[in-house]
T-cell receptor, first 115, second 113 residues
């Protein structure tokens, strides 16, 4: 597609379950980012990929959170043993390498609700 | 402007008026600033950016002003239209990171027809 695609768009899960969120970046974009947006809040940086490697994972809130990227394209954010405080919109963005990050192209997000 | 807490700052304007959205940033080392627009249910969309060696930059109907002395950023929207209704975020990039943006909490702009 032409833009960043995320799935699922909505996910409701029970506390303690694992969830996987997927991101398909724009073709050719080597940089990929995950952000989290809680209700009425700004965006919280989670992790940054350059190609398949993640030079900065500093924003991941706990060891229950992990992410990977394969083939320099699709990325998966996994949350294990979900907690209610994990409820948020998880946004993925991509950009061209070597470009200022201002031109981040965001997907529409995956809304996670943990009951 | 930006604030801490669960309630977004809000700005309500009449269609056709000019809007000014303010943002205070905290990191004096930040050298690149961006404004994003987020419509309901969508991801943020890039509007305009400015580097720290500039104090003003204009786009189509939008102008960003940067005051490094007081660490203040503003977004001016001329002739505001109903389609401009959205949450507006400022973001800063700290020197050297080249990738990590720190976002403000956003301002909700409502344009009344």
């Amino acid at each position: 597609g032409a833009g960043v695609s995320q799935s699922p768009s909505n996910k409701v899960t029970e506390k303690g379950k694992d969830v996987e969120l997927r991101c398909d970046p724009i073709s050719g974009h080597t940089a990929l980012y995950w952000y989290r947006q809680s209700l009425g809040q700004g965006l919280e940086f989670l992790i940054y990929f350059q190609g398949n490697s993640a030079p900065d994972k500093s924003g991941l809130p706990s060891d229950r959170f992990s992410a990977e990227r394969t083939g320099g394209s699709v990325s998966t954010l996994t949350i294990q043993r979900t907690q209610q405080e994990d409820s948020a919109v998880y946004l993925c963005a991509s950009s061209l390498v070597g470009q200022n990050t201002g031109e981040l192209f965001f997907g529409e997000g995956s809304r996670l609700t943990v009951l | 402007g930006e604030s801490v807490g669960l309630h977004l700052p809000t700005l309500s304007v009449q269609e056709g008026d000019n809007s000014i959205i303010n943002c205070a940033y905290s990191n004096s080392a930040s050298d690149y600033f961006i404004w994003y627009k987020q419509e309901s249910g969508k991801g943020p969309q890039f509007i305009i950016d400015i580097r720290s060696n500039m104090d003003k930059r204009q786009g189509q109907r939008v102008t960003v002003l940067l005051n490094k002395t007081v660490k203040h950023l503003s977004l001016q929207i001329a002739a505001t239209q109903p389609g401009d209704s959205a949450v507006y975020f400022c973001a800063e990039e700290s020197g050297g990171s080249n990738y990590k943006l720190t976002f403000g909490k956003g301002t909700l702009l409502t344009v009344n027809p």
